[in-house]
C-alpha cells in the first residue's frame, strides 16, 4: 500500500510536516545515534542501519522539497522549505560525522551480498567526498559551507519559482495567436490583456504572436525572472562551491562533482564542449542564417535574430517550406485527450497499468493514479499538471516515497504546466520526457537498498531514459492512437511526417542553445567570475546561436544552476545515450518485446549497476556518439 497520506483538512497540514518530516528526520537521527553506540554488529546489521536511516531521510526530504514547490500556500510552502533545509543539514551533518564513519569504515566486505558491497563503496566513498578524513577545523567550514549553500540553493529556486513577471498589451497585439488563446484572455476594465511569463503564455505568444515588440517584451521579463535578486544569491553559491572543491582537495567544482558521473572528471566536460562546438556550429548558423532572410522579408533592416523571434520563424519557416502549419497541429493536442492517450502509451510499451483513484492531494487539480503490474500494486504517481500562483514553474518529477522491497511502494509527482485546453506539440514532448522520469522512478522502485532506488543512477544519465521517450512523441502510429480534432479525427500520419521532416529544421541552432547552457553552466563552476552578466555575454557571444536581448539576466532564472550546478551537460551528453538507445527499436516504437527487454535492463535496476553497464547490457555494446551525429546531420537535409 502507499506510504503518503496526505491531510483532507487544511489546518492539518502542519502536523502533517511533523509527522512526515520531522518525525522521520528524529528517527534517521535515533538510527545513526543506535550505529554509534559501540553495540557489536556484524557488518551486514551496520549497513541495515545506514539503510534504514536513509529511507527516513528520503522520504523526510522529499515530502519536504516537493511541498516547498507545489503547496497552495505560502506560508506552508515556506515550512515546508524549512524541512527541506533541515533534511539537507542532516545529510551534511552525518557525512562530517567522524564517529559514524568509523564505524562505517570497519566492515568488511567478505561476505556481504554484491548489493550491501556497492552501498558500503558508496557510503565510505561519499564519506570522503564530504571531508569527513579532514581536519576539525576543515570539517567545521565544510560543514558551514554545505549548510550555506543549501540555503542559497532553496533561495535561487524560491526567487525563480515566485518571480512570476507579466506585460499588459492591447486586444489587437494580440494578432496571429489561435482563437482559443485569445478566448482566454479577454480585455481587463482597461481595455487590456495581461499576459504573463508562465509557460501556457510564453510559447504561444513567442510562437504565434506577429507583433514582434509583444514577442519581445515578454520575453524580455521571462530573461529577467530572478533578477536581481538571484545575482547575490548566484554569485554567493559558486564562490562558495568554489571553496568547497578546494577544500576538499579538488582543483574546482566540476571537477568535485563529475568524479561520481558518468562523464567521470571536469576535464571531460571541457572536453564534450569543445567536440559538440564542432559539430553544431555550422548547422547552427545555417538555421539562424535561414531564419534571418526570413524575418527581413517583414522587417527589411533586421539584423539579429533573437529568443524572441526564433519560435516565430521556425514556425513560419516550417509552415511555408515544409508545409507544417503549428496551428493545425495543436488541434490535434487537447489536454483532455493527451493525458489518456500519453499514460495508455507507456503503460502498453512497459506493460504495466495505471488507475485513477480518489486520494488526498496537495490541490484539487491533482489526480491520483495507482501503477499496477499484472494486477499487483508497484507505486503511486500525482499528477500536479496546470500552472498556478506559486507553484513551480517548469516541468520535472518529484520524487515522494523511495521504493524498498518488501517495504514500500515508490511513488512519484508530476510537475508541470500545461494549458487545460489546446496544447502545443512541444508540450507533448515535454510530456513524454517527464513520464520517462516518473516511471524510472516507479519501475527502479524495487530495490532493497534506498541509495540505488527508482531513478538513482549517475547524474549524468538520468535523462537518458526521459529523451528516449520523446520519440514516441514523433511517431505517427502512437500520436494517432490519442491525438484527434475536435471532430474527432486522428492527426493524419502524412501530417506527422511533415512534422517529422520539418522537425529537423532548427536542430542544429536547437543544440548549440544547449551547448550554450552546458558551456555557462560548466564555466560558472569552473573560474567563477567577478561578474556574472559579462561573463554570460561572452559565452553567448561564443556559443549562443541567436543573438542575446540587452538589459537581460537570463543566469538569475536558470534553475539549473542549483540542482545541477555544473553538469547541464547532462541534457546534450544523456541525448547522445538516448539516441543510441533508440537504435534498438528496429521492428517499431511499440514493440512490447524490446520495451519489456529495455524496462528489464535500463529501468527496473535503478541505480543498482553503473549507467554505461545498464547501456552495454540493453545494446549489446557501449554507446557511441553514431546514432546522435547522424541525427544531427539531418538538419542539413532541405526540402
Same mark, same amino acid.
Given at each position: 500500500?502507499?506510504?503518503?497520506?496526505?491531510?483532507? =483538512?487544511?489546518?492539518?497540514?502542519?502536523?502533517?510536516?511533523?509527522?512526515?518530516?520531522?518525525?522521520?528526520? +528524529?528517527?534517521?537521527?535515533? %538510527?545513526?545515534?543506535?550505529?554509534?553506540?559501540?553495540?557489536?554488529?556484524?557488518?551486514?546489521?551496520?549497513?541495515?542501519?545506514?539503510?534504514?536511516?536513509?529511507?527516513?531521510?528520503?522520504?523526510?526530504?522529499?515530502?519536504?522539497? %516537493?511541498?516547498?514547490?507545489?503547496?497552495?500556500?505560502?506560508?506552508?510552502?515556506?515550512?515546508?522549505?524549512?524541512?527541506?533545509?533541515?533534511?539537507?543539514?542532516?545529510?551534511?551533518?552525518?557525512?562530517?560525522?567522524?564517529?559514524?564513519?568509523?564505524?562505517?569504515?570497519?566492515?568488511?566486505?567478505?561476505?556481504?551480498?554484491?548489493?550491501?558491497?556497492?552501498? @558500503?563503496?558508496?557510503?565510505?566513498?561519499?564519506?570522503?567526498?564530504?571531508?569527513?578524513?579532514?581536519?576539525?577545523?576543515?570539517?567545521?567550514?565544510?560543514?558551514?559551507?554545505?549548510?550555506?549553500?543549501?540555503?542559497?540553493?532553496?533561495?535561487?529556486?524560491?526567487? *525563480?519559482?515566485?518571480?512570476?513577471?507579466?506585460?499588459?498589451?492591447?486586444?489587437?497585439?494580440? =494578432?496571429?495567436?489561435?482563437?482559443?488563446?485569445?478566448?482566454?484572455?479577454?480585455?481587463?476594465?482597461?481595455?487590456?490583456? /495581461?499576459?504573463?511569463?508562465?509557460?501556457?503564455?510564453?510559447?504561444?505568444?513567442?510562437?504565434?504572436?506577429?507583433?514582434?515588440?509583444?514577442?519581445?517584451?515578454?520575453?524580455?521579463?521571462?530573461?529577467?525572472?530572478?533578477?536581481? !535578486?538571484?545575482?547575490?544569491?548566484?554569485?554567493?553559491?559558486?564562490?562558495?562551491?568554489?571553496?568547497?572543491?578546494?577544500?576538499?582537495?579538488?582543483? =574546482?567544482?566540476?571537477? $568535485?562533482?563529475?568524479?561520481?558521473?558518468?562523464?567521470?572528471?571536469?576535464?571531460?566536460?571541457?572536453?564534450?564542449?569543445?567536440?559538440?562546438?564542432?559539430?553544431?556550429?555550422?548547422?547552427?548558423?545555417?538555421?539562424?542564417?535561414?531564419?534571418?532572410?526570413?524575418?527581413?522579408? #517583414?522587417?527589411?533592416?533586421?539584423?539579429?535574430? /533573437?529568443?524572441?523571434?526564433?519560435?516565430? $520563424?521556425?514556425?513560419?519557416?516550417?509552415?511555408?517550406?515544409?508545409?507544417?502549419?503549428?496551428?493545425?497541429?495543436?488541434?490535434?493536442?487537447?489536454?483532455?485527450?493527451?493525458?489518456?492517450?500519453?499514460?495508455?502509451?507507456?503503460?502498453?510499451?512497459?506493460? *504495466?497499468?495505471?488507475?485513477?483513484?480518489?486520494?488526498?492531494?496537495?490541490?484539487?487539480?491533482?489526480?491520483? &493514479?495507482?501503477?499496477?503490474?499484472?494486477?499487483?500494486? *508497484?507505486?503511486?504517481?500525482?499528477?500536479?499538471?496546470?500552472?498556478?500562483?506559486?507553484?513551480?514553474?517548469?516541468?520535472?518529477?518529484?520524487?515522494?516515497?523511495?521504493?524498498?522491497?518488501?517495504?514500500?511502494?515508490?511513488?512519484?509527482?508530476?510537475?508541470?504546466?500545461?494549458?487545460?485546453?489546446?496544447?502545443?506539440? +512541444?508540450?507533448?514532448?515535454?510530456?513524454?520526457?517527464? %513520464?520517462?522520469?516518473?516511471?524510472?522512478?516507479?519501475?527502479?522502485?524495487?530495490?532493497?537498498?534506498?541509495?540505488?532506488?527508482?531513478?538513482? /543512477?549517475?547524474?549524468?544519465?538520468?535523462?537518458?531514459?526521459?529523451?528516449?521517450?520523446?520519440?514516441?512523441?514523433?511517431?505517427?502510429?502512437?500520436?494517432?492512437?490519442?491525438?484527434?480534432?475536435?471532430?474527432?479525427?486522428? *492527426?493524419? !500520419?502524412?501530417?506527422?511526417?511533415?512534422?517529422?521532416?520539418?522537425?529537423?529544421?532548427?536542430?542544429?541552432?536547437?543544440? @548549440?542553445?544547449?551547448?550554450?547552457?552546458?558551456?555557462?553552466?560548466?564555466? %560558472?563552476?569552473?573560474?567563477?567570475?567577478?561578474?556574472?552578466?559579462?561573463?554570460?555575454?561572452?559565452? #553567448? !557571444? @561564443?556559443?549562443?546561436?541567436?543573438?542575446?536581448?540587452?538589459?537581460?539576466?537570463?543566469?538569475?532564472?536558470?534553475?539549473?544552476?542549483?540542482? &545541477?550546478?555544473?553538469?547541464?551537460?547532462?541534457?546534450?551528453?544523456?541525448?547522445?545515450?538516448?539516441?543510441?538507445?533508440?537504435?534498438?527499436?528496429?521492428?517499431?516504437?511499440?514493440?512490447?518485446?524490446?520495451? @519489456?527487454? $529495455?524496462?528489464?535492463?535500463?529501468?527496473?535496476?535503478?541505480?543498482?549497476?553503473?549507467?554505461?553497464?545498464?547501456?552495454?547490457?540493453?545494446?549489446?555494446?557501449?554507446?557511441?556518439?553514431?546514432?546522435?551525429?547522424?541525427?544531427?546531420?539531418?538538419?542539413?537535409?532541405?526540402?
Amino acid at each position: 500500500m502507499p506510504t503518503t497520506s496526505f491531510p483532507t =483538512d487544511a489546518a492539518a497540514w502542519p502536523d502533517f510536516l511533523a509527522t512526515t518530516v520531522d518525525a522521520r528526520l +528524529d528517527h534517521a537521527r535515533a %538510527l545513526v545515534a543506535r550505529l554509534k553506540d559501540g553495540s557489536p554488529r556484524t557488518s551486514a546489521e551496520v549497513l541495515d542501519l545506514w539503510n534504514d536511516s536513509d529511507i527516513a531521510i528520503g522520504t523526510a526530504s522529499s515530502a519536504a522539497h %516537493l511541498l516547498a514547490e507545489v503547496h497552495p500556500d505560502a506560508d506552508l510552502r515556506a515550512a515546508a522549505e524549512e524541512r527541506a533545509q533541515a533534511a539537507e543539514d542532516l545529510v551534511t551533518e552525518l557525512g562530517l560525522d567522524h564517529a559514524l564513519w568509523r564505524v562505517l569504515a570497519a566492515t568488511d566486505p567478505d561476505g556481504l551480498e554484491p548489493g550491501a558491497v556497492r552501498v @558500503r563503496d558508496r557510503v565510505l566513498r561519499d564519506f570522503r567526498r564530504a571531508g569527513v578524513d579532514r581536519s576539525p577545523e576543515d570539517r567545521d567550514r565544510l560543514r558551514a559551507l554545505a549548510q550555506r549553500c543549501t540555503e542559497l540553493g532553496l533561495e535561487f529556486s524560491r526567487n *525563480i519559482r515566485d518571480g512570476v513577471r507579466s506585460i499588459r498589451v492591447r486586444p489587437e497585439q494580440l =494578432d496571429g495567436l489561435p482563437e482559443d488563446f485569445r478566448a482566454e484572455h479577454p480585455a481587463d476594465e482597461d481595455g487590456l490583456v /495581461t499576459l504573463t511569463t508562465e509557460y501556457p503564455d510564453l510559447l504561444p505568444v513567442r510562437t504565434y504572436a506577429t507583433d514582434p515588440s509583444v514577442r519581445l517584451a515578454l520575453t524580455t521579463e521571462h530573461q529577467r525572472i530572478g533578477w536581481p !535578486a538571484n545575482e547575490q544569491v548566484l554569485a554567493e553559491l559558486l564562490q562558495l562551491r568554489a571553496e568547497r572543491a578546494t577544500l576538499l582537495g579538488y582543483p =574546482d567544482w566540476p571537477t $568535485y562533482d563529475a568524479e561520481v558521473k558518468m562523464i567521470g572528471s571536469g576535464s571531460a566536460i571541457a572536453d564534450l564542449v569543445e567536440r559538440l562546438d564542432g559539430l553544431t556550429a555550422e548547422h547552427a548558423a545555417h538555421d539562424v542564417d535561414v531564419m534571418l532572410a526570413r524575418y527581413r522579408q #517583414d522587417v527589411p533592416g533586421a539584423t539579429a535574430v /533573437t529568443a524572441a523571434d526564433n519560435l516565430y $520563424y521556425d514556425q513560419i519557416i516550417k509552415n511555408e517550406q515544409y508545409d507544417v502549419d503549428s496551428r493545425e497541429v495543436r488541434e490535434y493536442f487537447r489536454y483532455e485527450a493527451v493525458k489518456p492517450g500519453v499514460l495508455d502509451v507507456v503503460s502498453r510499451l512497459f506493460g *504495466i497499468a495505471l488507475q485513477r483513484v480518489e486520494a488526498p492531494t496537495w490541490h484539487e487539480d491533482v489526480e491520483v &493514479y495507482d501503477v499496477t503490474d499484472d494486477g499487483r500494486a *508497484i507505486g503511486r504517481v500525482y499528477l500536479d499538471m496546470h500552472p498556478r500562483a506559486g507553484k513551480f514553474n517548469h516541468a520535472a518529477q518529484f520524487p515522494l516515497v523511495p521504493g524498498i522491497a518488501g517495504r514500500s511502494l515508490p511513488e512519484g509527482t508530476l510537475v508541470c504546466n500545461f494549458p487545460t485546453g489546446l496544447m502545443e506539440h +512541444d508540450d507533448v514532448l515535454t510530456f513524454f520526457h517527464e %513520464l520517462g522520469h516518473l516511471v524510472h522512478e516507479v519501475l527502479g522502485g524495487n530495490q532493497p537498498w534506498a541509495m540505488f532506488s527508482g531513478v538513482a /543512477t549517475e547524474w549524468d544519465f538520468v535523462e537518458a531514459p526521459s529523451q528516449l521517450l520523446e520519440e514516441w512523441g514523433w511517431d505517427a502510429g502512437v500520436l494517432g492512437s490519442f491525438a484527434t480534432n475536435a471532430a474527432g479525427e486522428p *492527426i493524419p !500520419a502524412a501530417l506527422v511526417e511533415r512534422m517529422r521532416r520539418a522537425d529537423a529544421f532548427g536542430r542544429g541552432a536547437w543544440t @548549440r542553445r544547449q551547448l550554450n547552457y552546458t558551456a555557462l553552466s560548466y564555466g %560558472l563552476h569552473a573560474d567563477p567570475p567577478a561578474d556574472l552578466a559579462t561573463y554570460t555575454a561572452d559565452v #553567448d !557571444a @561564443r556559443f549562443g546561436p541567436y543573438t542575446p536581448i540587452p538589459e537581460t539576466h537570463q543566469y538569475a532564472g536558470f534553475g539549473h544552476l542549483d540542482g &545541477y550546478g555544473s553538469a547541464y551537460y547532462t541534457y546534450l551528453w544523456s541525448l547522445v545515450i538516448a539516441k543510441d538507445l533508440r537504435t534498438a527499436f528496429t521492428d517499431g516504437l511499440m514493440d512490447p518485446v524490446v520495451g @519489456r527487454r $529495455y524496462r528489464d535492463a535500463i529501468l527496473a535496476p535503478g541505480g543498482s549497476a553503473d549507467a554505461a553497464e545498464l547501456v552495454e547490457r540493453f545494446l549489446g555494446r557501449p554507446s557511441s556518439f553514431e546514432a546522435f551525429e547522424a541525427w544531427l546531420a539531418e538538419g542539413t537535409v532541405r526540402p
